[in-house]
Nanobody, 124 residues
């Protein structure tokens, strides 16, 4: 059965780093476009980063550009989000989502598969 599982979240001080993982089973990530979203309490869902299935294109939101890096490990069927220079405003639940057809869609309803989310808290 298809499953996406996020991990790697936790509590970190401002300026620190975390690496989030999105591990897939039941599907091959190389055949899906992957997007990281985040949702903070009281705020709308925000698109953070995208990785095209072909590996030829990536996207970063202006709010994280230069600080976050998305990558894929084909051998482990896992997509990563390396987060450096973390700020308080990065605090949120982070979700990965997979689409067979559309790359980097804003509409969350266009993604067929979602992980359960992992909490990131940036606080001193």
């Amino acid at each position: 059965q298809v499953q996406l599982v996020e991990s790697g979240g936790g509590l970190v001080q401002p300026g620190g780093s975390l690496r989030l993982s999105c591990a897939a089973s039941g599907l091959i990530l190389e055949t899906y476009h992957i997007t990281w979203f985040r949702r903070a309490p009281g705020k709308e869902r925000e698109k953070v980063s995208c990785f095209r299935s072909s590996g030829t294109t990536t996207y970063y939101a202006d709010s994280v550009k230069g600080r976050f890096t998305i990558s894929r490990d084909n051998a482990n069927n896992t997509v990563y989000l390396q987060m450096d220079s973390l700020k308080g405003e990065d605090t949120a639940v982070y979700f990965c989502a997979a689409s067979k057809w559309n790359y980097c869609e804003d509409n969350a309803q266009q993604y067929r598969y979602w992980g359960q989310g992992t909490q990131v808290t940036v606080s001193s």
